[in-house]
C-alpha cells in the first residue's frame, strides 16, 4: 500500500521557532510537494521538488524553505515561525507524467501547526 | 497561480444526488480532477477527465466536463453519510503535476 507519512500530526511552536515538517514516501517518486490548507482558500503550493537536491518555490513561498538529501524525504522548514504560519500543513508525492499517462499524487495525512 | 471557483457549501438528503460544480482557468489543462478529503485526513484522488472527455463515469460518480465554459462537475448518485468530506476540483495548468485547487466544497449529507 502506497504512503505517504507526515511525522507530526500536529504541533505547538512558539513565534520565532524554527520549525522542520518532515515527509517521507515509500512509493520511490521523483515528485514531492508541500501545500498549506486554509479554509476557504484551498491548497497553496508553498514549494516542490523535481529530483534529489532540487526545489522550486509555488506559489507562496514566502518565509519558508525545503530540503531534499534523500529521494524519500521532504522537509518543510519554517525558519522563524510567525502567528500567520498557523495552518494545516499537506505533503503529496507523485512520479513524473509520461506522455498523455495520468498519474496519481498522493497526500500524507497533514500535520496542524499553531503558532502561539 | 490559477484561480479554481467553487461553491463552499453543500447539504443534500441521504439517498439524493450530489452536484458539485467548478470553474476553472487554463484550458491548457490536460487533466482536471477531483479530490475527497475526510475529516482528520488527507486527500484522495476520487476521480479524473482527461481533457478530451466530455463525461466520465465511475460506478456513482459521473464527471461532466464543458471545455467552452471551463466548467467541470461532480455528480454523486445515491448519497451517502460516507460521502460527506470536502471535495476539491484541480486543474493541473503546465501539466507537471503542480495542481491548482479550488477552496474546497463541504458536503454534508443529512438523514
Known amino acids: 500500500d502506497v504512503k505517504v507519512t507526515q511525522s507530526s500530526r500536529y504541533l505547538v511552536k512558539r513565534t520565532g521557532e524554527k520549525v522542520f515538517l518532515e515527509c517521507v514516501q515509500d512509493?520511490?517518486?521523483?515528485?514531492m510537494f508541500w501545500y498549506r490548507q486554509d479554509p476557504g482558500l484551498g491548497l497553496r503550493l508553498i514549494y516542490f521538488?523535481?529530483?534529489?537536491?532540487?526545489?522550486e518555490k509555488g506559489d507562496i513561498p514566502e518565509g519558508y524553505s525545503v530540503s531534499r538529501e534523500k529521494k524519500e524525504r521532504f522537509s518543510l522548514i519554517l525558519e522563524s515561525a510567525s502567528t500567520n504560519q498557523t495552518s494545516m500543513y499537506l505533503c503529496?508525492?507523485?512520479?513524473?507524467?509520461?506522455?498523455?499517462?495520468?498519474?496519481?499524487?498522493?497526500f500524507g495525512q497533514g500535520t496542524r501547526l499553531t503558532v502561539v | 497561480g490559477e484561480d479554481v471557483e467553487q461553491s463552499l457549501f453543500l447539504s443534500v438528503r441521504e439517498g439524493d444526488s450530489s452536484v458539485i460544480n467548478c470553474t476553472y482557468t487554463?484550458?491548457?489543462?490536460?487533466?482536471l480532477y477531483w479530490y475527497k478529503q475526510e475529516p482528520g485526513a488527507g486527500l484522495q484522488l476520487l476521480t479524473y477527465?482527461?481533457?478530451?472527455?466530455d463525461m466520465k463515469q465511475d460506478q456513482r460518480l459521473t464527471v461532466l466536463l464543458n471545455k467552452k465554459d471551463k466548467h467541470l462537475s461532480l455528480r454523486i448518485a445515491d448519497t451517502q453519510t460516507g460521502d460527506s468530506a470536502i471535495y476539491f476540483c484541480?486543474?493541473?495548468?503546465?501539466?507537471?503535476?503542480?495542481?491548482?485547487f479550488g477552496a474546497g466544497t463541504t458536503v454534508t449529507v443529512r438523514a
Open positions: 503529496a508525492s507523485s512520479p513524473p507524467l509520461t506522455g498523455t499517462m495520468n498519474t496519481e499524487a498522493f
Open positions: 512509493m520511490d517518486h521523483e515528485n
Open positions: 521538488s523535481y529530483d534529489v537536491k532540487m526545489k
Open positions: 487554463d484550458s491548457s489543462s490536460t487533466y
Open positions: 477527465i482527461f481533457s478530451n472527455m
Open positions: 484541480a486543474e493541473d495548468p503546465y501539466n507537471d503535476y503542480k495542481l491548482s
